[in-house]
């Protein structure tokens, strides 16, 4: 079985600062990492993914996380948050052998709050 | 392009009261298909998947029951309400690129 601890159920930080989110996995084989980010009252955006490749996958809208094997770690970080990135966010993982659309299990969320 | 569809988009019901939330995918065939529940400070539980029509697979036991009686329409249902059914249910689909979320039914039990 796998689990998702997000050690931080909320984080506020003031805009333009530094964030991370942190994200530790527990599975006994390969994994996918996964983070989706939730506005309010919204479905869940795909953020970022790790398959397999380089450790340290970045999206679109600067935020970033490195898959560290050793640590069981995929912390998620941005160095300058926006107000816009107000949301809540979602760490997961699933099964690699399975195949990267197999079922994905959450951690329990980080509300990012961003203030001026 | 692929896109999914849930509705309502809020709902209200009475403890005994049953349940039918509808969930339609467009613009691919045999996906797999998921509801997840999200309650409070609990984060995401996967409550049913389903890998082709008729397949489901119940992760956890509980008042709810999911169908699939077409490959791209997945329905999550309930006989009799309870409290502890009030959430935000997220119906999803995968591909080899991810998961793609739907929009979410706020449902309450009153």
Redesign the interface.
Known sequence: AQSVTQLDSQVPVFEEAPVELRCNYSSSVSVYLFWYVQYPNQGLQLLLKYLSGSTLVESINGFEAEFNKSQTSFHLRKPSVHISDTAEYFCAVSDAGRGSNYKLTFGKGTLLTVNP | SQTIH?WPATLVQPVGSPLSLECTVEGTSNP?L?W?RQAA??????LF?SVGIGQISS?VPQNLSASRPQDRQFILSSKKLLLSDSGFY?C?W???????????T?LTVV
């Open positions: 849930q797999n998921y997840y400070g609990r984060g995401l539980q996967l998947y992760e997220l999803a995968s591909s080899n690129y991810g998961y793609t979320f739907g929009s979410g706020r």
